[in-house]
């Protein structure tokens, strides 16, 4: 194993900041290293690819920062040109994974815009699949997510924008990508442990998780005989700018896992990869559970 201790130096734990809503992925501290795996001496090692998605067309929502983005190198790295949409307040973390795509020798194409309107999820797909030249791999991984510890102080307006971000969305993408997903196609979503262990202090969003996870197994069932498998990950804690944007301090102090340490991002996005790959061929409608074993909310 070739471990370059120190890749990590600053440490997996988080630093307690506060981001505004997005969050950036360049003013996260400490910063990941996308296309690198955590070892055991507390160094890292970088991602080996053996060419799993050769050829292979990829669209990523949240593409700019966090687990996308390392999914989205990643999937360059096993031979994929890949599409991300983001938020165009994000603009400097999408043309940066654009840079680090192409510096792995795959195309990236970007383009901006708000999924909560279905008119963009629609241009999204149609924009994707012309400049791709077809589509093969959907990861539906944007969210938003806000910390509100009762549902007495949870406004409707709030319910309902989480909804239509984080459940919505998934649903305009995957019904207007299928069309031109021929078998061999996948779809991977992006849920979390907060479905499983119901964490009180993001009801909504926990909520949109659990939806994911079902519609992840509805979709999976509708597709299985056309050859086109649909499947999710359900990620523990994970220091990307969705945290420091939207948890408070004493949450940013408690974001571990029984592991010691939060996931990396490529730590997810080696699990998106095996579910876009021919690896999980007879796999569709699951959930691969990325969390540093976390199992309750304590
Ligand atoms: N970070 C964690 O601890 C964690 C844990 C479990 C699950 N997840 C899931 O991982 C996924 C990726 O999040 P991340 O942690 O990498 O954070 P991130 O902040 O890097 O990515 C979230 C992205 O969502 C996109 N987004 C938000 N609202 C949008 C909108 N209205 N329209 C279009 N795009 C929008 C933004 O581009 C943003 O970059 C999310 O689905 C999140 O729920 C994260």
């Known amino acids: 194993m070739s471990s370059s201790k120190g890749q990590f130096e600053q440490g997996y734990q988080p630093e307690v900041q506060h981001q505004s809503l997005p969050g950036l992925e360049k003013d996260l501290k400490p910063g990941s290293l996308p296309d690198h795996l955590p070892t055991p001496d507390g160094g890292s090692q970088l991602y080996?690819?053996?060419?799993?998605?050769?050829?292979?067309?990829?669209?990523?929502?949240?593409?700019?920062?966090?687990?996308?983005?390392?999914?989205?190198?990643?999937?360059?790295?096993?031979?994929?040109?890949?599409?991300?949409?983001?938020?165009?307040?994000?603009?400097?973390?999408?043309?940066?994974?654009?840079?680090?795509?192409?510096?792995?020798?795959?195309?990236?194409?970007l383009l901006a815009g708000d999924l909560t309107s279905q008119a963009n999820c629609k241009k999204l797909v149609e924009t994707a699949v012309k400049e791709l030249g077809g589509l093969d791999i959907l990861f539906n991984n944007h969210a938003y997510q806000m910390m509100v510890n009762d549902i007495k102080d949870l406004s409707e307006d709030q319910w309902l924008h989480t909804f239509n971000t984080n459940v919505h969305p998934f649903f305009f993408l995957s019904k207007y990508a299928l069309p031109h997903m021929k078998p061999g196609a996948t779809i991977i979503n992006n849920a979390s442990i907060n479905a499983y262990i119901g964490r009180p202090d993001?009801?909504?969003?926990?909520?949109?998780?659990?939806?994911?996870?079902?519609?992840?197994?509805?979709?999976?069932?509708?597709?299985?005989?056309?050859?086109?498998?649909v499947n999710a990950v359900a990620p523990g804690p994970v220091w990307t700018p969705l945290v420091p944007a939207t948890?408070?301090?004493?949450?940013?102090?408690?974001?571990?896992?029984?592991?010691?340490r939060p996931s990396q991002p490529s730590e997810i996005a080696t699990c998106v990869v095996f579910l876009a790959a021919p690896d999980s061929s007879s796999i569709t409608g699951q959930v691969i559970h990325a969390n540093g074993g976390g199992f309750t909310t304590s």
Do not use: H, W
């Open 202 to 229: 993001l009801l909504d969003y926990t909520a949109t998780k659990g939806a994911i996870v079902s519609f992840t197994r509805g979709l999976a069932n509708q597709y299985v005989a056309k050859g086109i498998r």
């Open 48 to 109: 080996k690819a053996a060419g799993k998605l050769a050829g292979r067309k990829a669209l990523i929502t949240g593409g700019d920062s966090g687990i996308g983005r390392s999914t989205a190198i990643l999937f360059a790295m096993e031979g994929a040109d890949v599409f991300i949409a983001y938020l165009s307040y994000e603009e400097e973390d999408a043309q940066d994974t654009k840079k680090k795509v192409e510096e792995k020798g795959q195309k990236c194409y």
């Open 247 to 260: 948890m408070n301090e004493e949450a940013i102090k408690q974001f571990t896992s029984p592991m010691g």
